[in-house]
């Protein structure tokens, strides 16, 4: 599976993005994705998780309410909806997938990453 992320760039605080993650390949129904964040300084984080079927979801408490996540696997594509950004939320976003029937928190089970996004939230 290749990933490719798109849809980053710079908006003032309280604004919105909205990230895409486009798959190749046939398997992309079959694996779980994950939202992933690093900013300066930081390690890389889970933000959001949606499974395989799109019926659960994770979110970082610093997310919920404000970040949704969904996806069409029709379209082989996984989103990520961002409202009421925070310069707290500048980082490089990455998508990734894993073939577990869940979310998975730990960075290190994905099994595909994208090449990442950068997301500038200026005060």
């Known amino acids: 599976v290749q990933l490719q992320a798109s849809g980053g760039g710079l908006v003032q605080a309280g604004g919105s993005l909205r990230l895409s993650c486009a798959a190749s390949g046939r398997a992309f129904s079959l694996y779980s994705m994950g939202w992933f964040r690093r900013a300066p300084g930081k390690e890389r984080e889970l933000v959001a998780g949606i499974n395989w079927n799109g019926g659960s979801t994770y979110y970082a408490d610093s997310v919920k309410g404000r970040f949704t996540t969904s996806r069409d696997n029709a379209k082989n594509t996984v989103y990520l909806q961002m409202n009421s950004l925070k310069p707290e939320d500048t980082a490089v976003y990455y998508c990734?997938?894993?073939?577990?029937?869940?979310?998975?928190?730990?960075?290190?089970?994905?099994?595909?990453w994208g090449q990442g996004t950068q997301v500038t939230v200026s005060s």
């Open positions: 990734a997938a894993g073939r577990f029937s869940n979310i998975v928190v730990a960075d290190s089970k994905y099994d595909y």
